[in-house]
């Protein structure tokens, strides 16, 4: 943690990056280590003195009513700089989360083909490097260690120059998307429909980076690392770091990406490299890449157990509590769709015929069909279905619906995985943490 020395002090010198996440780790610690001895509180838990002098200075401007500041409370204008500003970028999410930064996407705003960094959801557990923030890159290195012949330390351009340039469209679904409507509630950001998107990401193949290593016949499981803080401040904590098998990682789709359409990954999406492992909740998508640790045995990094990205290995009744012993990971997200327009409660023609449109996609590869109700699912019509630009990229589909009279109606969408699987009309089998809900998405329409 940095110090202020006494010209410090005075000057304001210290950035508020430091103070904020100082500040978040231990805030009377942060008073005494940043602002010095000289920073102490009265009786009734005030900030007095030379030190509450320093933090104006830190802030830039005086504090008229700094007798009713109280000791350990950190200012807004520190805590809401960072990631909370970088939001400003976004266009129309709903913020779940300030620390670390959640938000999700009407599903109205994610009708694009392929999703803009302005409609993107954000995930994070743990603050944005300032790195990240800064977008420096320099110096960055890629470590592949672990069961493989030849431990790799590679530079971004190492990697540009090295390996074949691939692009490809792929989606990204928190795991937890739609945890909001299971009932009763499961802990965790709440999700409706917009944790998920499908940019166009640069970079390249997993596989081609982990063949260079070479794989030792002990290989079974990768572990990743990035170098984003953990929300303690705490340098020796994980944030997170999740890993996927060795077969998955060889998929030609999964990627060592470091453009996110056609721009420099952006700071909330893991600058300068970050994993992309489709068909896998986003969890194994690492951001701000720094190692994959080829494992003997699955990963036992952070949020790979207890209850983390885990579901029951058996059905279970709603509120059930499952012991850890029999939780396993998530791996293939399932089928799921999306109505992106019209938005919810528009108004439509009575008699008329009214387009539908979304995007399907599946974890296991491509969508067969898709299909829409206006009925609430007694009866049901095919949708036209695009077929997808490379595997795991979304999937444009569009309907035409005549409500027959005015009056209130919704449009149900479903779709069904190239194995026969279609999503149910509610939330499938609970579990602890909500996780891999893909009840199908339903929208209102009054015909007037």
């Given at each position: 943690m940095a110090r202020l020395d006494d010209e410090d002090r005075t000057s304001g010198a210290v950035d508020r990056e430091t103070i904020r996440r100082a500040y978040a780790a231990d805030p009377f610690e942060a008073e005494r280590r940043l602002f010095g001895r000289l920073a102490h509180a009265d009786r009734r838990g005030f900030l007095r003195g030379a030190g509450l002098a320093a933090m104006g200075a830190a802030l830039g401007a005086a504090m008229p009513f700094h007798r009713n500041f109280p000791s350990g409370l950190v200012p807004a204008a520190f805590a809401q700089d960072s990631e909370a500003e970088l939001m400003a970028g976004k266009d129309g999410l709903t913020l779940l989360n300030e620390r670390p930064v959640n938000a999700e996407t009407p599903a109205h705003l994610l009708d694009d083909d392929i999703t803009p960094y302005e409609r993107l959801f954000v995930r994070n557990n743990g603050l944005v490097p300032q790195s990240a923030l800064e977008q420096n890159a320099e110096g960055w290195t890629l470590t592949v260690d672990g069961e493989v012949d030849n431990t790799l330390s590679l530079s971004i351009d190492d990697l540009k120059n090295d390996f074949e340039t691939v692009t490809q469209a792929l989606w990204l679904e928190c795991g937890g998307n739609g945890r909001a409507f299971f009932n009763p509630g499961a802990s965790g950001n709440q999700w409706t429909t917009g944790a998920i998107g499908c940019p166009e990401w640069t970079g390249v193949r997993l596989r081609d980076v982990l063949e260079r290593a070479g794989l030792k016949s002990s290989a079974v499981y990768t572990g990743h690392y990035g170098n984003d803080l953990h929300l303690s401040g705490d340098p020796e904590k994980e944030a997170i770091s999740r890993g996927v098998p060795i077969d998955k990682a060889m998929e030609p789709e999964c990627m060592i990406a470091w453009a996110m359409n056609g721009q420099d990954i952006p700071a909330l999406h893991g600058f300068p490299l970050r994993l992309v492992i489709p068909g896998y909740p986003g969890?194994?998508?690492?951001?701000?890449?720094?190692?994959?640790?080829?494992?003997?045995?699955?990963?036992?990094?952070?949020?790979?157990?207890?209850?983390?990205?885990?579901?029951?290995?058996?059905?279970?009744?709603?509120?059930?509590?499952?012991?850890?012993?029999?939780?396993?990971?998530?791996?293939?997200?399932?089928?799921?769709?999306?109505?992106?327009?019209?938005?919810?409660?528009?108004?439509?023609?009575?008699?008329?015929?009214?387009?539908?449109?979304?995007?399907?996609?599946?974890?296991?590869?491509?969508?067969?069909?898709?299909?829409?109700?206006?009925?609430?699912?007694?009866?049901?019509?095919?949708?036209?279905?695009?077929?997808?630009?490379?595997?795991?990229?979304?999937?444009?589909?569009?309907?035409?619906?005549?409500?027959?009279?005015?009056?209130?109606?919704?449009?149900?969408?479903?779709?069904?995985?190239?194995?026969?699987?279609?999503?149910p009309p509610t939330t499938p089998g609970w579990n602890p943490r909500g996780y891999g809900n893909n009840m199908m998405h339903r929208i209102a329409l009054f015909a007037v």
């Open positions: 969890s194994a998508s690492q951001k701000y890449l720094t190692r994959i640790w080829v494992r003997d045995q699955v990963h036992d990094g952070a949020k790979m157990g207890g209850y983390s990205y885990r579901l029951p290995a058996y059905p279970v009744a709603p509120g059930t509590e499952v012991p850890e012993e029999d939780m396993e990971i998530l791996t293939v997200m399932p089928v799921k769709s999306l109505i992106t327009g019209p938005a919810t409660g528009a108004e439509v023609p009575a008699g008329q015929p009214a387009e539908v449109r979304g995007h399907a996609w599946a974890g296991n590869g491509d969508v067969r069909a898709m299909h829409v109700s206006l009925d609430f699912g007694q009866t049901w019509q095919e949708a036209e279905l695009d077929g997808p630009p490379n595997k795991y990229a979304w999937q444009r589909w569009r309907a035409e619906v005549t409500p027959p009279e005015a009056g209130y109606y919704e449009v149900w969408a479903r779709a069904t995985d190239q194995n026969g699987v279609m999503q």
